[in-house]
C-alpha cells in the first residue's frame, strides 16, 4: 500500500470515527445540534479529503502548501467559526444568568416577606387524604371548616366522586392522577403547606374516623409543649376507640416496641393517623416523605424519633368508619409487619435533617421527646 493511500484511508476512519462520536453525543443530548454541525463539517471535511486526495492536491500546488496543511487550514478555519460561535453563546448565558440571578434575589425576597407575615399569623392547615371517600368526605370537611381551620384534600386517585364533593364542601382540592397511597397523598399536603406559608400540619382521615373537633386537643398540647410531632394516641388514659382484635393491638405493641429500642422514645400508638406536624418537622417531611403503606404512621413517628424531634401523645377519641373499607388488607398487615421489621432493625429508614442541627431560633421550644397525658 502506497504512502499516500495509507493516509488517504487514516484520515477516512479518522472522519468517520469524528462524525460517528458527534452522532452519538447528540443522541445522548451531551451536545446541542447547532454546535455539532461545526464538529460534522470537520468530520465531513476531512472524508472528503480522504476520497479526493488528488484535488487536495491540487488546491495545496495553487496555494503554495501541502495537503496536510490544506487540512489544517481548513479544520482551523472551521475550529475558529465554532470558537466564536461559543463566544457568542457564552456571553449570551452570562447576560441570561446575570438577570435570572437579580429577579431570583427579588424573588426569594418576596417569598421572604410572605413567609414572615404568614409566621406571624400562626397558621394551621388540616390535611385530609381521600380515596373514593365520596360518602363520608363532604361531612368530614364540613365538620373542619366548622371548627374553624383551613382545609386541603388530596385527591388520591377517586374514581368516584370524592373530588367533587370535597369542593362543594369548601375544601381546596389537589387531584393525583393516579393512586399514591395515603404517603404519597399526605407529601403532596405537606409540600402544600410549606408553600402556601402555613406552620403546622394536622392530619384527619376521609372516613369519619378522627373527630375534627378534637384538632384543638392537638393544637393546645402542641402549642403548650412545642413538640414537633403530636400523636392523637387511642392508648392512653382517657383516649376512646372502636375495639381493636387482639392481633391488630399485639402488632401495634410491637411497633412500639422498635421505636422504643431504635430511638428510646417511648409512642404508645405509632400508626395513629390523627396527629399534628409542625415546622421545621413539617418542612422535613414536605422534602421527604415515604409512600410505602405504614410509612406514613410507623416510619414517620420512628424517623422523627431517631432524628430527635420532640414528640408527645394525647388522649383522644378514634371513631369507626361508617362507610368503605379500610385499605389495610389482611395481607398488606403482613407485609408491613415483615417491612417494618426490616426497615427499623436495618436503619434504612428516608432520611431528615437531625433536631440538634437545626438553628436555636428553630427550636422555638426544647422539650424532651415524652408523652402527655391530658387533652
Same mark, same amino acid.
Given at each position: 500500500?502506497?504512502?499516500?493511500?495509507?493516509?488517504?484511508?487514516?484520515?477516512?476512519?479518522?472522519?468517520?470515527?469524528?462524525?460517528?462520536?458527534?452522532?452519538?453525543?447528540?443522541?445522548?443530548?451531551?451536545?446541542?445540534?447547532?454546535?455539532?454541525? %461545526?464538529?460534522?463539517?470537520?468530520?465531513?471535511?476531512?472524508?472528503?479529503?480522504?476520497?479526493?486526495?488528488?484535488?487536495?492536491?491540487?488546491?495545496?500546488?495553487?496555494?503554495?502548501?501541502?495537503?496536510?496543511?490544506?487540512?489544517?487550514?481548513?479544520?482551523?478555519?472551521?475550529? /475558529?467559526?465554532?470558537?466564536?460561535?461559543?463566544?457568542?453563546?457564552?456571553?449570551?448565558?452570562?447576560?441570561?444568568?446575570?438577570?435570572?440571578?437579580?429577579?431570583?434575589?427579588? =424573588?426569594?425576597?418576596?417569598?421572604?416577606?410572605?413567609?414572615?407575615?404568614?409566621?406571624? /399569623?400562626?397558621?394551621? =392547615?388540616?390535611?385530609?387524604?381521600?380515596?373514593?371517600?365520596?360518602?363520608?368526605?363532604?361531612?368530614?370537611?364540613?365538620?373542619?371548616?366548622?371548627?374553624?381551620?383551613? &382545609?386541603?384534600?388530596?385527591? *388520591?386517585?377517586? *374514581?368516584?366522586?370524592?373530588?367533587?364533593? $370535597?369542593?362543594?364542601?369548601?375544601?381546596?382540592?389537589?387531584? /393525583?392522577?393516579?393512586?399514591?397511597?395515603?404517603?404519597?397523598? /399526605?407529601?403532596?399536603?405537606?409540600?402544600?403547606?410549606?408553600?402556601?406559608?402555613?406552620?403546622?400540619?394536622?392530619?384527619?382521615?376521609?372516613?369519619?374516623?378522627?373527630?375534627?373537633?378534637?384538632?384543638?386537643?392537638?393544637? *393546645?398540647?402542641?402549642?403548650?409543649?412545642?413538640?414537633?410531632?403530636?400523636? %392523637?394516641?387511642?392508648?392512653?388514659?382517657? $383516649?376512646?376507640?372502636?375495639?381493636?382484635?387482639?392481633?391488630?393491638?399485639?402488632?401495634?405493641?410491637?411497633?412500639?416496641?422498635?421505636?422504643?429500642?431504635?430511638?428510646?422514645?417511648?409512642?404508645? *400508638?405509632?400508626?395513629?393517623?390523627?396527629?399534628?406536624?409542625?415546622?421545621?418537622?413539617?418542612?422535613?417531611?414536605?422534602?421527604?416523605?415515604?409512600?410505602?403503606? =405504614?410509612?406514613?404512621?410507623?416510619?414517620?413517628?420512628?424517623? $422523627?424519633?431517631?432524628?430527635?424531634?420532640?414528640?408527645?401523645? &394525647?388522649?383522644?377519641?378514634?371513631?369507626?368508619?361508617?362507610?368503605?373499607?379500610?385499605?389495610?388488607?389482611?395481607?398488606?398487615?403482613?407485609?408491613?409487619?415483615?417491612?417494618?421489621?426490616?426497615?427499623?432493625?436495618?436503619?434504612?429508614?428516608?432520611?431528615?435533617?437531625?433536631?440538634?442541627?437545626?438553628?436555636?431560633?428553630?427550636?422555638?421550644?426544647?422539650?424532651?421527646?415524652?408523652?402527655?397525658?391530658?387533652?
Amino acid at each position: 500500500m502506497s504512502p499516500g493511500l495509507r493516509q488517504a484511508l487514516v484520515l477516512a476512519v479518522g472522519g468517520v470515527l469524528l462524525a460517528a462520536a458527534v452522532v452519538a453525543l447528540v443522541h445522548r443530548r451531551l451536545i446541542s445540534t447547532r454546535y455539532a454541525i %461545526g464538529w460534522l463539517a470537520i468530520a465531513v471535511l476531512v472524508i472528503l479529503g480522504a476520497a479526493f486526495t488528488g484535488a487536495v492536491s491540487s488546491v495545496g500546488d495553487v496555494a503554495g502548501m501541502t495537503p496536510t496543511a490544506v487540512f489544517l487550514a481548513a479544520a482551523t478555519i472551521l475550529l /475558529l467559526a465554532i470558537a466564536i460561535q461559543l463566544s457568542i453563546s457564552v456571553s449570551g448565558l452570562q447576560s441570561q444568568v446575570g438577570d435570572l440571578t437579580e429577579a431570583n434575589a427579588l =424573588l426569594e425576597e418576596r417569598v421572604r416577606t410572605k413567609r414572615a407575615h404568614d409566621a406571624a /399569623l400562626d397558621r394551621t =392547615l388540616v390535611v385530609v387524604p381521600a380515596h373514593n371517600e365520596a360518602a363520608s368526605i363532604a361531612g368530614v370537611v364540613a365538620r373542619i371548616r366548622g371548627a374553624g381551620y383551613d &382545609c386541603l384534600v388530596v385527591d *388520591d386517585g377517586s *374514581d368516584d366522586q370524592t373530588a367533587v364533593r $370535597a369542593t362543594e364542601a369548601g375544601a381546596a382540592l389537589l387531584s /393525583l392522577p393516579v393512586n399514591l397511597g395515603v404517603g404519597g397523598a /399526605l407529601h403532596c399536603g405537606f409540600r402544600y403547606a410549606v408553600v402556601n406559608g402555613y406552620q403546622r400540619v394536622v392530619q384527619c382521615d376521609g372516613d369519619g374516623q378522627h373527630p375534627p373537633e378534637l384538632i384543638a386537643d392537638l393544637l *393546645d398540647v402542641q402549642r403548650s409543649t412545642g413538640a414537633q410531632l403530636v400523636i %392523637g394516641s387511642r392508648f392512653l388514659p382517657g $383516649a376512646q376507640s372502636f375495639r381493636l382484635g387482639f392481633s391488630r393491638r399485639l402488632v401495634m405493641r410491637w411497633f412500639s416496641f422498635l421505636v422504643r429500642v431504635r430511638s428510646g422514645v417511648d409512642v404508645k *400508638d405509632t400508626t395513629s393517623g390523627f396527629r399534628c406536624i409542625a415546622a421545621p418537622l413539617l418542612g422535613e417531611f414536605a422534602r421527604s416523605f415515604p409512600t410505602t403503606f =405504614l410509612g406514613d404512621t410507623f416510619e414517620a413517628v420512628l424517623v $422523627a424519633a431517631r432524628g430527635g424531634y420532640p414528640i408527645v401523645e &394525647c388522649p383522644t377519641r378514634i371513631e369507626a368508619r361508617t362507610h368503605g373499607e379500610s385499605t389495610a388488607s389482611f395481607s398488606h398487615s403482613v407485609q408491613a409487619i415483615a417491612r417494618v421489621t426490616i426497615v427499623t432493625l436495618g436503619g434504612i429508614t428516608f432520611r431528615i435533617r437531625p433536631w440538634e442541627e437545626r438553628r436555636p431560633e428553630e427550636q422555638r421550644f426544647a422539650v424532651e421527646p415524652t408523652r402527655v397525658r391530658s387533652p
